[in-house]
């Protein structure tokens, strides 16, 4: 018997009919009424873009989200659409050549994961240090990093309703097999989870999970609650979905699948938690969203809240106090503001580490406190999640208060530390220590595991690779370069 069965209000139907799904992507975008009328020069730019960076678009955020009247200002196209600078100059030239010249499918490829290949496709150690292993099986599909939270990429959950331009995890989505991850077996989920009782939290993530059908989102969530694993408390879902189209949660065929699936994890005495993706107010504004964030709510799911900090897209005081505020209204809690990471289109979007802390705190200081749940600015960065908290003045020195909000070693969690003032500063690869120090506190624990974890002795969640590391190194995310020969001579081969 179904938990919740009720017609969705009618208004959101257009003549009786459920509104489709239709997505624009590089071959079909100027099919667009709306693009039709935008320069030629324009237009160009997001074809030499989009050959190199991920693009889709959806009918819903082209007809509600995005100002034609605003271009190309307007945040929701900035987020969604390829703009020119959001490849380097040189990066540009090479692409916008090929595609004067009338290159080939096979030269336009080629042209295209060269430059990706400098792109830094896998920021933090995803690919070397976070992939855990089960006995001899390395699982491909998930990621183990902090101690009590495991991820894991569903493998028809690796695409999205629509692309966002400053996506990290952009490498999932250009055809790149060596780049993803991914994985179908829920056995080995359990599995994992069995023989690592540190777990709390699964976390489906991708791409987006919400993509999926709601039946087989439920062959990943069920045997989860099926196997009745103790350590195991609450379910996450990363999804910018409630956001790109709110439809598959109140009037597409499976809505109501959907919504019975999230009853079923809170009656199994999980937790669910839908960690929404949104980067502006407007995503949060029409009656289809707020209709949408009512249905999950209603399950007993929460709704936590996240976002980088973009240039362009809102990088304003006003802009995050506007978001949390409309966020607690209905019924969510703000959770990050995170820094753009060092991968993809970066330099488009990265925001000085001191301006970020300023925006934050405009926006924090005029909201009410149970809109002060959120954290940020927040950096992903190869040694944990670290926490810009501010620009102060210690010892007679200027310096940039920071603390890890989560580390590789919980014991670094919430311990202050100092840089030096640095007001350019984008990254944590760009800090040094305050007072004359020649390292962080972490530093060398962090290098030990990283060699220990590359001669397959180091933490219990079994990562297969590590990184020789100096500062050099892991300041950049531990940027142990890919293999680029390798992977593009395998591609030759294929």
């Given at each position: ?71 190309p ?29 009338d ?11 060269e ?9 933090a150690?995803?690919?070397d ?26 493998s ?35 599995a ?41 408390r609450n ?17 597409d ?28 107010p ?40 506007d ?56 950096m992903?960065?190869?040694?944990g ?12 020195e ?5 603390q ?91």
């Amino acid at each position: 018997m179904p938990y919740f069965d009720f017609k969705p209000n009618e208004s959101f139907f257009i003549d009786g009919e459920a509104p489709k799904y239709r997505s624009y992507n590089l071959r079909t975008f100027e099919n667009i009424p709306q693009v039709k009328n935008l320069p030629e020069d324009l237009r160009f730019a997001i074809r030499v873009v989009g050959n190199v960076l991920p693009f889709k678009v959806n009918n819903y955020v082209i007809e509600e989200l995005i100002d034609w009247d605003n271009i190309p200002e307007d945040p929701m196209f900035q987020l969604t659409f390829p703009q020119k600078t959001m490849l380097k100059q040189h990066h540009y030239d090479k692409m916008a050549a090929v595609l004067k010249n009338d290159g080939t499918k096979q030269e336009i490829t080629a042209t295209a994961n060269e430059i990706r290949m400098q792109l830094n496709p896998h920021p933090a150690g995803q690919k070397d240090e976070n992939t855990p292993t089960l006995g001899c099986e390395t699982l491909s599909g998930m990621q183990h990093k902090y101690e009590e939270t495991a991820l894991f990429f569903p493998s028809q959950g690796q695409t999205c309703h629509a692309y966002c331009t400053f996506c990290f995890r952009w490498p999932q989505f250009v055809g790149i097999d060596e780049l993803k991850f991914a994985m179908k077996e829920s056995e080995l989920l359990v599995a994992y989870l069995k023989e690592h009782p540190e777990v709390t939290d699964v976390l489906f993530t991708g791409g987006d999970p919400m993509i999926m059908k709601s039946r087989v989102m439920a062959s990943y969530i069920e045997p989860l609650l099926e196997a009745d694993l103790p350590n195991l408390r609450n379910i996450r879902i990363g999804t910018k979905g409630l956001a790109y189209w709110p439809y598959k949660f109140v009037t597409d065929k499976d809505a109501d699948e959907i919504i019975n699936l999230f009853h079923k994890v809170a009656d199994s005495g999980k937790h669910m938690a839908i960690m929404g993706h949104y980067s502006h107010p407007v995503e949060l504004e029409t009656d289809i969203h707020k209709e949408a964030a009512k249905r999950v709510r209603s399950t007993g799911a929460q709704i936590r809240t996240q976002s980088p900090l973009l240039r362009h897209i809102n990088d304003s005081s006003d802009v995050w106090a506007d978001m949390w505020r409309e966020q607690v209204k209905q019924g969510m809690i703000p959770y990050y503001m995170f820094v753009v990471r060092d991968t993809g289109a970066r330099h488009h979007f990265d925001i000085p580490l001191e301006k970020a802390w300023q925006i934050f705190r405009g926006a924090y200081k005029h909201v009410s406190g149970i809109a002060r749940t959120v954290r940020g600015p927040s950096m992903s960065a190869g040694p944990g999640k670290v926490h810009v908290l501010g620009v102060n003045e210690v010892a007679g020195e200027k310096v940039m208060v920071l603390q890890f909000l989560q580390g590789r070693n919980p014991d670094w969690n919430g311990r202050p530390f100092f840089a030096k003032y640095n007001k350019d500063a984008v990254w944590l690869d760009d800090l040094e220590p305050a007072f004359g120090e020649k390292e962080f506190f972490f530093e060398k624990e962090y290098r030990k595991k990283l060699k220990e974890d590359a001669n397959g002795n180091g933490h219990s969640n079994g990562h297969a690779n590590g990184s020789q590391s100096t500062r050099k190194s892991w300041k950049s995310e531990s940027s142990k370069p890919v293999d680029t020969r390798k992977i593009l001579e395998d591609m030759e081969r294929r």
